[in-house]
């Protein structure tokens, strides 16, 4: 669950998919590297110098046999837009021409987010639920017309990823240079022309644009008060709701108005249904629904997972489960995914962690009443390893003490001590703990699941409006882009490792590191065929 206080190539198949002009674009921007994957993918050749021997090219990704480590090798370019690089834990980012992996074994520390990674949600139910939520919050608190409370829930319209332009009333999704591929102004799906006259030939709007560039530069302040980036399952809703919304407010005053205050509204309205003091006061009508019927929403998880976990403490890893959620919410969705012992599967558990800042802030930890499950006021700790004991659960806190923390279990000096971590969203779980702590994280996509024959929440998560979470025809999407240099491998759930044994490697056979297999939308991507310019190296 997100902080809520930060205030000619053809795209698609269809008649409806926006098509750039080729003439908007500049002879400067033609002749540089589109992107940061397609500078991987020009310059394999160099990279395989510094790499493994190339395994050969497999229709899957492939379980390597435990074996030696391979000797440490020299730092590449990867983990950064403006001069990427690998994580410092090389030996499991090794990479070849067509390989990229994820080993275990590397690793002392493995770190575990709750909503969306090691539990999953009834997204069907739950995001239903959102929805009217949202819709009543504007209506009865914000004095929107009923009719808001009328329209019906367009499955088709939600999607993991999008951008709310709140002063224009618009949704964006971002190509991976952060080009908006296609749009909305409220509900109605904007033309070519449409986005070129309001966002210029570029197809640009600055703050997304500089949410690509640095996504916590937009996390609070003025940007944050006009931008909304969708990053969960919680989130996504939201964009219909907002959609809507906008509608009915255009519909009112017969003309778009200069500036609309419809996302203020809505995070004012996502900020009360999801705020930790009206968790069991029944203020918010969401978490009213989620404790009088928390089997309706959240998913039980497979034992195997838990069987993994308790396999991968038994081989000597330390574990902490690291949660936006605050105490009680987190028990309330734990125990019923995880089973009432859920605290025993870890070393320390961190609740409502405030991430990204977990990682970047030194916020000390408080003390946590595991009776009454509330935090305790005034008892912050002092910024000391020590004072962290395990099987505690604390509140707030920062990586920074948690290391060092688990190091000293390991008896490792803080900087031996390697970390991994897991979680779905893109930028808290995966992009800020790579890119400002210099750890490894696994992203977990569960739009990887839809290729399944039987996934349930396929109405839920294939959306014929905005097209793949991935790529929409040649075009990478942005978050396709942050899980290429960020992520270790991504994968669609925690069972598909579970199902490995903690020894085991993983070796995917495609650069962009999605395991099993490469999504269906990517292997359109091809940088000769899609991309026209320049073939440099980007640096």
């Known amino acids: 669950m997100q902080a809520l206080g930060r205030s000619s190539h053809c795209l698609g198949a269809s008649s409806s998919s926006i098509r750039y002009a080729t003439s908007t674009k500049t002879n400067a921007h033609t002749q540089r590297c589109r992107t ?24 899957t990704a492939e379980i390597v046999p435990e074996r ?26 090794i990479m070849t021409s067509y390989c990229k992996e994820l080993h275990l074994k590397d690793y002392d520390i ?25 819709k009543r919050y504007l209506v009865e608190n914000k004095g929107y017309s009923a009719t808001l409370l009328e329209l019906p829930m367009d499955l ?40 070129v006259a309001i966002y210029g030939p570029e197809r640009q709007w600055a703050i997304t644009t500089s949410f690509y560039k640095d996504p916590l530069s937009t996390w609070n302040g003025a ?22 919304a906008v509608d009915v407010v255009d519909k009112q005053s017969g003309s778009q108005p200069e500036e609309y205050e419809v996302w203020r509204d809505l995070q004012a309205g996502l900020m009360h249904i999801f705020s930790r003091d009206h968790f069991s006061n029944d203020t918010s009508l969401y978490f009213k629904g989620m404790r009088e019927d928390t089997p309706k929403y959240v998913l039980c998880t497979d034992s195997c997972v838990l069987d993994w976990l308790s396999a991968l403490r038994k081989s000597g890893k330390k574990l902490f489960l690291l949660t936006g959620s605050n105490i009680d919410f987190a028990n309330l969705t734990a125990t019923q995914a995880l089973g009432k012992d ?66 000293k279990l390991l008896n490792k000096e803080t900087a031996q001590a390697k970390a991994l971590y897991f979680g779905d969203n893109i930028i808290q779980d995966v992009y800020t703990p790579v890119k400002h702590r210099d750890f490894d994280a696994v992203a977990i996509a569960e739009e990887l699941l839809m290729e399944e024959k039987n996934y349930p929440y396929f109405a839920e998560l294939d959306s014929q409006l905005w097209g793949s979470y991935f790529a929409i025809g040649c075009q990478p999407t942005l978050w396709s882009n942050f899980i290429s240099n ?54």
Not at 68 to 93: D, K, V
Not at 117 to 132: F, G, K, P, V
Not at 223 to 244: G, H, K
């Open 36 to 59: 940061d994957v397609l500078c991987r993918l020009r310059n394999y050749v160099n990279l395989a110098q510094n790499s493994m021997p190339t395994l050969g090219a497999l229709p």
């Open 68 to 93: 030696e480590r391979l000797p440490q090798t020299p730092r590449r370019l990867l983990h950064s837009f403006a001069a990427p690089r690998y994580s410092r834990y090389s030996a499991s980012t």
């Open 110 to 134: 493995i770190g575990f987010d709750l909503d969306g990674t090691l539990l999953r949600y009834d997204l069907t139910n739950m995001s239903a639920l959102i929805y009217e939520v949202l």
């Open 156 to 195: 088709d319209f939600l999607q993991k990823g999008l951008f709310l332009d709140g002063p224009r009333g618009n949704i964006l999704k971002l190509s991976s240079e952060a080009q908006i591929l296609r749009a909305t102004h409220g509900t109605r799906q904007l033309s070519d022309q449409e986005i």
């Open 223 to 244: 940007a944050s008060e006009q931008m909304r980036s969708l990053l969960d399952y919680f989130d996504t809703p939201s964009a219909l709701v907002f959609a809507q």
């Open 342 to 407: 859920w605290r025993e599967y870890f070393d320390f558990v961190v609740t409502y962690a405030k991430k990204p800042g977990f990682f970047t802030i030194q916020r000390p930890f408080l003390q946590v009443d595991v009776r009454e499950l509330k935090e305790l006021a005034n008892t912050e700790l002092p910024q000391d390893a020590g004072v962290l004991k395990p099987g505690e659960i604390y509140s707030q806190g920062n990586w920074h003490q948690l290391h060092a923390a688990l190091a």
């Open 486 to 539: 960020f992520a270790q491998i991504c994968v669609p759930s925690m069972k598909e490792l579970a199902l490995l044994k903690p020894a085991q490697r993983i070796v995917c056979t495609n650069p962009y590191g999605f395991s099993p297999k490469l999504p269906k939308e990517l292997e359109a991507v091809n940088p000769t065929s899609c991309w026209q310019g320049g073939t440099g190296s980007g640096q």
